[in-house]
Every structure is written in structure tokens, then in C-alpha cells.
């Protein structure tokens, strides 16, 4: 996530205000004068305060997330998409978000047994015996089929 002063300037509100002013144009909101009504009746529909819609499209930084949600739900837009575009998320942390890559998780026969509480020395190392031998690859088909069948 990207971090930031509070107050401080912030390069990506003035995109984030002309992408948001050509998004509610697109919409009908009439934003061509202080007095056109279009930044009222889009707070309004909203749910956005006045105040914050004029903060929103002056460029001013908002990065209050509740409010970014109001948005991007009047706007019928994911969320991520405009917290990315008002700064608050870059695109790999979205990405990050969106698909988690975990993968599984590697241990050691060792801290299986720790993790399972296996504290008696013998069925500690029988516990540890057997999982590295069912770790071990198993030898190639001969296509000779099972010793029991023979």
C-alpha cells in the first residue's frame, strides 16, 4: 500500500479528479459551472457529502475509504479500480489482493512433529522416519504391474 503524509501533496489526486470529472460527465452531471448543479445532484444520488465531491473534483487527496466506496458504487466501478486511481492502492497491491498467491506451505518432518505436539523421543523420530520416507519419490513404473499380482 502506498504510504503518505497526511497533508501532504499527492501527484495522483489531479488525475483522479480529471478522470472522475470525465466519468460523471460521461454519467450526465452537468460540472461545467459552479452553479450547473451537476456536483450537487451527484451528491445527492450519491450519499458523498457536497464538500467532498468539490474536494474530489478541485484534486484534493481523499484517500477516506468509505467514502472511495461511496464512489465506486454510485459509479457502478470496482472498488479496486478507484482506490488505484485515487492513489490509495498501486496496481500490484491490488493485484496482491485480488490474487493471493500463499502457495503451499513447506516443513520439515521436524516441525510437523513440533507442530503436532510429538514430544516422546521414539515416536518422534518414527514420526519423522515415515514422513521423510513418504517425501521420497516413489521409483518409476516398470509396467510390471504389483509384486502381489506375481
Known amino acids: 500500500m502506498k504510504n503518505s503524509t497526511p497533508g501532504a501533496p499527492d501527484h495522483r489526486a489531479p488525475a483522479f479528479a480529471e478522470w472522475l470529472h470525465r466519468e460523471l460527465t460521461a454519467r450526465n452531471y452537468d460540472l461545467t459551472g459552479s452553479r450547473s448543479g451537476g456536483r450537487s445532484a451527484f451528491?445527492?444520488?450519491?450519499?458523498?457529502?457536497?464538500?467532498?465531491v468539490g474536494?474530489?473534483?478541485?484534486?484534493?487527496?481523499?484517500?477516506?475509504?468509505?467514502?472511495l466506496a461511496m464512489l465506486a458504487a454510485a459509479l457502478q466501478i470496482p472498488l479496486g479500480e478507484v482506490l488505484v486511481r485515487a492513489g490509495v492502492l498501486d496496481e500490484a497491491d491490488l493485484r496482491a489482493v485480488q490474487n493471493p498467491t500463499t502457495g503451499p506451505r513447506r516443513i520439515t518432518p521436524e516441525q510437523?512433529?513440533?507442530?503436532?505436539?510429538?514430544d516422546d523421543e521414539q515416536s518422534r523420530r518414527l514420526f519423522v522416519n515415515m514422513a521423510q520416507t513418504?517425501?521420497?519419490k516413489p521409483p518409476p513404473a516398470t509396467g510390471e504391474g504389483n509384486l502381489a499380482e506375481h
Not at 43 to 52: H, K, R, T, V
Not at 112 to 118: F, K, M, R, W
Open 55 to 67: 474536494r474530489l473534483l478541485r484534486g484534493e487527496k481523499i484517500s477516506d475509504t468509505r467514502v
Open 134 to 136: 513418504l517425501q521420497r
Open 112 to 118: 510437523a512433529a513440533d507442530e503436532l505436539g510429538i
Open 43 to 52: 451528491a445527492a444520488d450519491s450519499g458523498i457529502s457536497p464538500s467532498s
